[in-house]
């Protein structure tokens, strides 16, 4: 696993850029840098990559994103997303993702086992069924049906964690901002049109059918063509509190700049758990029509990366309120 403090040793990766420089951040310029992506946490870079390759050649935003995330789903490393995520207090590893595109339309999927892209059955439910949202054993039957393969997810590695986690079995509902880490990924095309998926393993060892905010539209995912998109990572509850992702969104359309967008939701959560907050992680990215880009999280450690034609793939740490 790719842990934030290796983040600091990663200055052979991508180079870390002052955020205002870099992105004008806070800026209400009309300049565009489309096509842009942005992802959570430092396996955002090779997330980037792949979306990228979609992105510079003209393809669609809803295809970036679901590339992007499909990366550390696919990483038997990442202890946090998919295959090899770490499983829950019964040593099942169950799954959350959810994608959302240019026009609205949207697909989600939790407590989903056993298989490794469950954004791409997250897609597969926007796209083939008349609903948004299947569970658990419904959502494993159907992608089994749209030719997904049932795989084991939980690795040695992750197995060995859980065993050793049993020893105690000490569960606190809080940031240990080193046990869950979710990709988040927003991006805007050449058609200037915006998309964003999300997937988590969520809280390590969660009890069983626990849902954070990952799979949840206007909580860790949201977008609005007209607007712009955002995703959150962190303590899912109190993201899922304040309707995280919608919330920056509109508060984009009340005219704040993405920056300014995501400091006033953590803010938020601040004020409703003003002792809570010290000790947990929540990070948000926005992305803006123009192609701007905003972060901000509780703590500091939060990092993302970025893409687009003028920067290349830079990975940057999110200023925190704390
Ligand atoms: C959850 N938000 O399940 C996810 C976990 C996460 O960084 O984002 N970790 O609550």
């Known amino acids: 696993m790719t842990t934030r403090r290796k983040f600091l040793q990663l200055g052979t990766l991508a180079s870390l850029t002052p ?11 009309s300049q565009s840098s489309k096509p842009v992506v942005l992802s959570t946490w430092n396996f955002g870079i090779a997330a980037n990559v792949e979306a990228w390759k979609i992105l510079s050649t003209g393809g669609r935003a809803l295809d970036a994103v ?12 990442e202890s946090s997303v ?46 083939k069924t008349p609903h948004v949202f299947l569970v658990g054993e419904g959502a494993l039957r159907f992608a089994l049906s749209q030719g997904f393969k049932k795989e084991k997810l939980l690795t040695k ?16 509902p809080v940031a240990n901002i080193e046990n869950h880490d979710t990709i988040g990924i927003v991006a805007l095309d050449n058609k200037q049109n915006l998309s964003g998926a999300c997937t988590t393993s969520g809280m390590a060892y969660k009890m069983q059918g626990r849902v954070g905010d ?13 607007i712009g998109a955002a995703t959150s990572t962190g303590v ?13 969104v509109e508060l984009m359309r009340q005219g704040n700049s993405p920056q300014q967008a995501c400091e006033k939701a953590v803010q938020r959560i601040v004020k409703n758990q003003p002792v809570k907050s010290k000790e947990i992680q929540v990070g948000f990215l926005a992305l803006n029509k123009n192609g701007e880009v905003g972060a901000y999280a509780l703590q500091k450690g939060f990092t993302y990366a970025v893409y687009n034609q ?3 793939n830079v990975l940057l740490e999110a200023k925190s309120y704390y």
């Not at 955020?19 to 310029?29: D, H, I, M, Q, Y």
């Not at 994608?99 to 298989?115: K, P, Q, S, T, Y």
């Not at 060995?160 to 986690?165: L, P, Q, V």
């Open 157 to 172: 590695e992750s197995e060995k964690a859980w065993k050793e986690w049993l020893k105690t079995a000490q569960y606190k």
């Open 214 to 226: 990952s799979p949840i539209i206007g909580a860790a995912l949201f977008v609005d063509n007209e």
């Open 19 to 29: 955020l205002t420089k870099a992105w004008g951040l806070g800026k209400s310029t």
């Open 82 to 127: 998919g295959l090899g995520g770490l499983p829950d207090r019964d040593g099942r590893v169950t799954l959350d993702s959810c994608i959302m595109d240019e026009f609205a339309n949207c697909g989600a999927v939790a407590c989903l086992e056993h298989i490794v892209h469950p954004v791409s059955v997250a897609r597969k439910v926007m796209e």
């Open 310 to 312: 003028e920067q290349g």
């Open 236 to 248: 899912g509850e109190e993201v899922i509190r304040i309707v995280g992702s919608h919330l920056v």
């Open 66 to 77: 679901e590339a992007g995330a499909r990366v550390p789903e696919g990483d038997p490393k």
